[in-house]
């Protein structure tokens, strides 16, 4: 019987003992420079524990994820020589590097600040159910909800 190929698993980070953070670290890391990704989220970490005293960052961190990740997302499909937007349920896996790689653009197109300071505004921001990232999400909502009519050609 031929093995079963899983996804690697990745370790926690080394800070919060949290594996989706080490996930988004290595989202946010560039050719390679795990250290320089590692101090941008670490640093807007402490903008965000330092902005609000009162809440951990990553609580913070957590309720950006929840609202960024996409339920739902269109996809092609060609039937008959006409090519559909199908809404489908996105996996687990699927929307956590969709929340990333949304987080990731809409901070670094922020204003001219440093990437730790834009990244914390946008993680406070997508937690408050603000920010660009979050209008991304609720696009991609909108476009599944108005494409409904195609879901029974779901593949």
């Known amino acids: 019987m031929p093995k079963k190929?899983?996804?690697?698993?990745?370790?926690?980070?080394?800070?919060?003992?949290?594996?989706?953070?080490?996930?988004?670290i290595n989202a946010v890391m560039l050719d390679g420079k795990k250290a320089?990704?590692?101090?941008?989220?670490?640093?807007?970490?402490?903008?965000?524990?330092?902005?609000l005293a009162g809440e951990d960052p990553l609580e913070v961190y957590r309720k950006a994820m929840s609202h960024i990740a996409p339920v739902v997302e269109v996809?092609?499909?060609r039937v008959g020589g006409a090519t559909y937007q199908i809404p489908m349920e996105v996996k687990?896996?699927?929307r956590g590097a969709l929340a990333?790689?949304?987080?990731?653009?809409?901070a670094a197109k922020r204003g001219g600040r440093s990437m730790a300071e834009k990244l914390a505004a946008e993680l406070?921001?997508?937690?408050?159910?603000?920010g660009a990232s979050v209008k991304k999400r609720d696009e991609v909502h909108r476009m599944a909800d108005a494409n409904k009519a195609f879901a029974?050609?779901?593949f």
């Open 36 to 51: 320089v990704a590692t101090k941008i989220v670490y640093d807007a970490f402490a903008i965000i524990a330092e902005k």
């Open 75 to 77: 996809r092609s499909k």
């Open 92 to 94: 687990a896996s699927r």
């Open 152 to 154: 029974h050609f779901r």
């Open 124 to 130: 406070m921001d997508a937690a408050n159910e603000q």
């Open 100 to 106: 990333f790689r949304w987080l990731k653009i809409y």
């Open 5 to 24: 190929v899983g996804y690697k698993r990745i370790g926690v980070d080394f800070r919060y003992g949290d594996e989706s953070v080490a996930r988004f």
